[in-house]
């Protein structure tokens, strides 16, 4: 319990105040529309539901505000980079920008929610009482009239006995906004579960961009002046107090008594949203420039286990270690744009990304650059983006686990290292390096192989064997290739991957291998860096958690996670 | 996009839908609005809708998370067999399902996104080979005849409520005729040309992902 506070102090008040101020906001607006004066008339026709629908809106403002800031990739790395003198502990908030956009996303449903379910019963109090004949408060205020000349100043939009609710919402900007920004934001919110994300990305990624509408039509959904107080000047003339109670007697000319004038509430969600969307079209029109930006090709490289690696060029372009890139290939299809880590370290004049076939986009694009004879595709770049393996050098002790073709950002970090260790720098925080990968079958192994093998002569040149501790794991083992691997035990080098160091067969055992870096660095901070699945994520985290100190002098480990 | 199963995301909207349409029959029938009984029906459609949702349908390709739980209610949904099992079926059955709550304010919503998961779930039957590219001569004549008669209905409703547009575009003057005014035709060469005419180009496999 004691390991988590410590770990995730950041996020639990960020969301504290987040929700606090939702509360606050919901709480502030129902009061001022529950007890304010000037509503005073509108709450004889309809009730606490004005105070609730205007409460709603205003924390609909707030998250609307709030949902596109965590979305704008552009803006996230230049705070990562300027921030570069807070603690980990801040700078780690920023991977979890999706969590909060999804929480944002969950608030403004459930705001929406309430919103319309009391603007239904608003609509309905207001076809009632324009029905209502019985000379009561709520059916004169209804009948107050809509023509200009007598002033306008109407309080009930629905406007004459026939017109229906259904009619009022259709032709009022304020009801058609509602009902396209509702249906828009619904099928952004079904098309974006799980299981259609990770399944369908296409699916998600095309329906998403309904986004425009939705915050279009929250831009002009205050319009037209629907939600109406009584003017400053009727209230002097006539207080609601004084008057409320000799209703009847509003048209007779010698009472103190005149009607009511009303006034419509100006829109004021432009003012909420204004900044976050030229925020976000400036991060649009950023990554269409980078984009557009020439992108040369220099190496083509195919891989078995249908690995492509393109070794590619841009002007400008410069890259830190385990960053990536969005990728798109106008001749496979113009609006997707993939990410992929980048494979080459920045001291190498190109950069690289390795690209396996996973799904259509990937596997067309592997056939596009098999075909000898036609021209190379021309593709195009944005980037780079920062993530947590950025941070990498800033810890004494990393721990670098990778499962299956996750190995990519850590094939950055270890060419980086290689490097730096040829220009003999060695300023480098990093003291030592346990790696792990975690692989299914063997074939996979070999792109990465050759910079094992690099790697591996290099540290026993400089002398530096102790630094990079790596261990394979092959999953996808059986009977057969233990049996091998038993026959050939006494053999210096690996059967399967040719290396010094020996593969092992299963899953790693975490609280073995964290006990065993505990016991051996017992007062650094260790960086635990993943790249992989979410269960495997799971059982890292609750490792750091169970071995990490609970007094700051002694070992912690401060988990990091790789998140698409 | 020919690998995509349009159906899987049918099913999350038609089940949203079933939500919305119990909220927004609840609303109406605790508030007694005006012709509330139609909040009363929506409560049972969306409950319905629901129930026959819940369970998630077996991806062709790759793994398919279940629903939790969706196991008692998938022995319940196969008891009727071929009509929860078709595709086709269950996208008229929501249509069907989501005329009635159309006449309530607050049951409308449910009505929209019931439509459009009856859409999606048509839209999944189109073969996934025949999205965007050349199609056999039957299924083109199938999406003409589609396409014509869902012209000719809208072209009649709007003939029925706003008389200007008939003298816009030169319609016959009442009742329904065969001979399709010019902006149906034009809308109809767009429908059928942007999904592969016999006379345009193939449009190379490679284009489309």
């Known amino acids: 319990m004691g390991n988590w506070v410590v770990n995730h102090w950041f996020s639990v008040l960020f969301l504290v105040v987040w929700l606090g101020l939702n509360v606050f906001l919901f709480v502030d607006a129902f009061l001022k529309y529950e007890k304010a004066d000037k509503y005073y008339y509108t709450r004889k026709i309809l009730g606490s539901t004005l105070a609730c629908a205007r409460a709603s809106a205003l924390c609909l403002n707030f998250n609307s505000m709030l949902i596109l800031l965590p979305v704008c990739r552009n803006l996230l790395s230049f705070l990562r980079g300027t921030c570069s003198f807070c603690s980990r502990t801040l700078r780690k908030q920023l991977d979890h920008n999706l969590t909060f956009h999804k929480l944002v996303a969950y608030m403004i449903c459930l705001h929406t929610a309430i919103h319309i379910i009391a603007h239904l019963f608003n609509f309905d109090r207001y076809s009632r009482s324009r029905q209502d004949t019985s000379g009561s408060l709520a059916s004169i205020l209804s009948s107050l009239s809509h023509d200009e000349q007598k002033g306008g100043s109407w309080l009930n939009p629905i406007q004459s006995r026939n017109m229906t609710v259904e009619y009022v919402t259709f032709t009022s900007i304020a009801g058609l906004t509602g009902v396209i920004m509702t249906i828009a934001l619904i099928l952004m919110v079904t098309s974006a579960t799980e299981f259609i994300r990770r399944s369908y990305f296409e699916v998600f990624w095309y329906t998403h961009h309904l986004f425009i509408f939705y915050i279009l039509g929250l831009g002009i959904h205050g319009i037209g002046g629907i939600v109406r107080g009584q003017t400053e000047e009727s209230m002097n003339e006539s207080h609601p107090h004084k008057c409320a109670g000799s209703f009847e007697m509003w048209n007779d000319h010698d009472s103190h008594c005149r009607r009511p004038k009303f006034e419509g509430h100006p829109p004021e969600s432009w003012k909420w949203i204004l900044a976050p969307v030229i925020l976000y079209i400036c991060e649009r029109i950023l990554r269409f420039y980078r984009s557009q930006q020439k992108v040369v090709i220099t190496k083509v490289v195919m891989h078995p286990s249908k690995v492509l690696e393109l070794q590619m060029n841009k002007r400008g372009f410069s890259m830190e270690v385990g960053q990536y890139i969005f990728v798109n290939c106008p001749s496979i299809s113009l609006l997707e744009w993939h990410p992929f880590t980048l494979t080459s370290a920045p001291e190498e004049d190109f950069f690289s990304i390795h690209i396996r076939a996973a799904g259509d986009w990937t596997e067309n694009l592997i056939r596009a650059f098999e075909q000898q004879y036609s021209p190379i595709p021309r593709i195009e770049v944005d980037g780079p983006f920062g993530t947590a393996s950025e941070d990498v050098f800033q810890y004494e002790v990393a721990v670098l686990v990778g499962a299956g073709i996750g190995v990519t950002p850590f094939a950055s970090i270890l060419k980086s290292i290689w490097y730096k260790f040829q220009c003999a720098d060695h300023n480098l925080k990093t003291k030592k390096i346990y790696f792990y990968w975690i692989c299914r079958e063997t074939g996979a192994f070999s792109w990465f192989n050759n910079l094992l093998t690099s790697l591996e002569q290099e540290m026993e040149e400089l002398g530096k064997v102790g630094f990079l501790n790596y261990r394979l794991f092959l999953t996808g083992w059986d009977n057969n290739i233990v049996g091998h691997a038993a026959l050939n035990f006494d053999k210096a080098t690996d059967i399967v991957t040719g290396l010094k160091q020996k593969t092992s067969f299963g899953r790693p055992m975490w609280d073995n291998e964290f006990s065993t870096i505990a016991t051996s660095h017992p007062k650094s901070v260790v960086g635990v860096f993943l790249c992989g699945p979410q269960t495997l994520a799971k059982s890292l985290h609750k490792c750091c958690h169970r071995y990490s100190s609970l007094d700051p002098r002694k070992v912690q480990f401060y988990f990091n996670k790789e998140n698409f | ?209």
């Open chain 2, 1 to 209: 996009m020919g690998q995509i199963e349009w159906a899987m995301w049918a099913n999350e909207q038609a089940l949203a839908s079933g939500l919305i349409l119990i909220t927004g029959g609840i609303v109406a029938t605790a508030g007694r609005f005006t012709q509330w009984y139609f909040g009363a029906y929506s409560i049972v459609a969306g409950v319905f809708v629901c129930l026959l949702e819940y369970p998630r349908g077996k991806r062709k390709k790759g793994s398919t998370m279940e629903r939790w739980g969706q196991k008692y209610m998938t022995a319940v949904v196969k008891l009727f067999g071929p009509f929860t099992r078709n595709y086709y079926i269950r996208a008229v059955l929501h249509l069907l399902l989501s005329v009635p709550a159309g006449f309530l304010l607050a049951t409308i919503l449910g009505t929209a996104c019931l439509a459009i998961a009856s859409g999606i779930y048509l839209l999944s039957q189109v073969p996934p080979a025949h999205r965007g590219n050349c199609r056999p001569l039957a299924v083109r004549l199938l999406v003409c005849v589609h396409v014509k008669c869902a012209v000719l209905s809208v072209y009649a409703f709007h003939v029925r409520k706003w008389s200007s547009v008939s003298r816009l575009t030169d319609l016959p003057p009442a009742g329904l005729s065969f001979r399709t005014p010019s902006c149906c035709q034009t809308l109809m060469a767009v429908a059928l040309f942007s999904r592969g005419h016999p006379h345009a180009p193939c449009l190379p496999a490679a284009t489309h992902s």
